[in-house]
């Protein structure tokens, strides 16, 4: 600041509307949205979630419907995630890389909807398959095995390349999948396939309605302590960030989202990569809340919130709340 009052009024360009749109620093737009979509078996379903008011489960043929509705509002991805039924999860999750699952299924359908006017994300971790609800295979103890699992994510990633993903997400937090997944992209002639790294992924007690809308919730035995991280650490965050970077990360992931600002922030100031967040179904499902009750206005609190997120440096959100700001912002 060079100049002193009143040559400085900052109050003077908050005077008007026109001028406050003029100055604003940063801006939301539909292309900073992911869309997060829950995908389950039958025909013509729409099952709501519960612990998510206003969000559904939907079947193939509707996810496309949905699909098509992300590329009318200008969101330009969505991410998915399947609920897949009790009979086909198994201690060793192999439905993830059954070619005819529910994401795979879905990815087919959307492809087809929308051709390529929409990215496809898609979630890689096996515990909407396993019977236990861990993101990996455990031993007799309870432990979830790290180079084990990761040979299985590598089966579960090329599946969904070969289905028509865009970017795949890997969510579990084992060490080293990031390069074994890339490798076998390009091996497997899936070169442009991107890897969206959640790279920062924090042990939350924030994604309790995400687990209860893939079922996984009343069958994980545990915690996922021993492989997502502490809420206390930052400086391992960047040191899990620059692995992903390291082996092949095309863009890296925050999550939860607001609580954990400070790492878009320092990750943003640090590397030369996109980030994004994932505000995460405990912060929907508490916006929600407190609209239901009467003590916060949903829309001006969303939308300040994710503000927030592009002010800290993210490249985009993914947000259950997508259609809805999508809306707000185009009028
Ligand atoms: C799966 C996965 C989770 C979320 C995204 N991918 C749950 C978990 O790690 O237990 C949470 C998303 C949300 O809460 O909205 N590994």
Redesign the pocket.
């Known amino acids: 600041m060079t100049r002193a009052y009143p040559a400085t009024r900052l109050r003077r360009t908050r005077t008007h509307g026109w001028s406050r749109a003029m100055h604003r620093e940063t801006v939301l737009t539909p292309a900073d949205l992911i869309w997060?979509l829950f995908v389950t078996s039958g025909k013509g379903v729409e099952d709501p979630v519960g612990a998510l008011p206003g969000v559904s489960r939907w079947s193939v043929d509707l996810i496309a419907e949905r699909a098509k509705e992300a590329v009318a509002l200008g969101i330009p991805c969505i991410a998915l995630?399947p609920n897949t039924p009790r009979e086909k999860r198994s201690d060793d999750g192999a439905e993830a890389f059954n070619p005819d699952n529910l994401m795979c299924q879905a990815i087919r359908a959307i492809r087809d909807a929308c051709g390529n006017d929409i990215g496809i994300l898609t979630?890689v971790?096996l515990?909407?398959y396993t019977s236990h609800g861990h993101?990996g295979l455990v031993d007799e103890g309870g432990y979830v095995l790290n180079d084990e699992t990761v040979a299985v994510l590598v089966d579960q990633a090329m599946t969904q390349a070969e289905a028509g993903a865009d970017i795949i997400a890997p969510?579990?937090?084992m060490d080293g999948r990031v390069k074994a997944i890339r490798m076998a992209l390009e091996m497997g002639g899936h070169a442009n396939v991107q890897i969206m790294a959640?790279a920062a992924?924090y042990a939350?007690a924030?994604?309790?309605?995400?687990?209860d809308?893939?079922g996984?919730s009343g069958l994980?035995k545990g915690d996922?302590r021993t492989y997502?991280m502490d809420p206390g650490n930052a400086d391992e965050a960047m040191a899990e960030i620059a692995l992903d970077i390291a082996e092949g990360a095309d863009s890296v992931m925050v999550?939860?989202g607001l609580a954990y600002l400070d790492l878009i922030w320092r990750a943003k100031q640090r590397f030369e990569v996109p980030v994004f967040a994932?505000?995460?179904?405990?912060?929907?499902a508490l916006i929600e809340a407190g609209a239901a009750a009467g003590i916060a206005d949903r829309e001006a609190l969303l939308m300040e919130k994710l503000i927030a997120f592009k002010r800290a440096g993210c490249s985009g959100v993914?947000t259950?709340h997508a259609p809805l700001v999508a809306r707000l912002l185009n009028g």
Not at 206 to 211: A, D, H, K, L, T
Not at 278 to 284: D, H, M, T
Request: aromatic share 22%; charged share 25%; hydrophobic share 30%.
């Open positions: 997060p995630f979630d971790a515990d909407p993101d969510s579990d937090m959640y992924k939350s924030f994604y309790g309605p995400f687990r809308a893939v996984s994980l996922k997502q999550k939860p994932y505000q995460v179904s405990g912060e929907y993914l259950y």
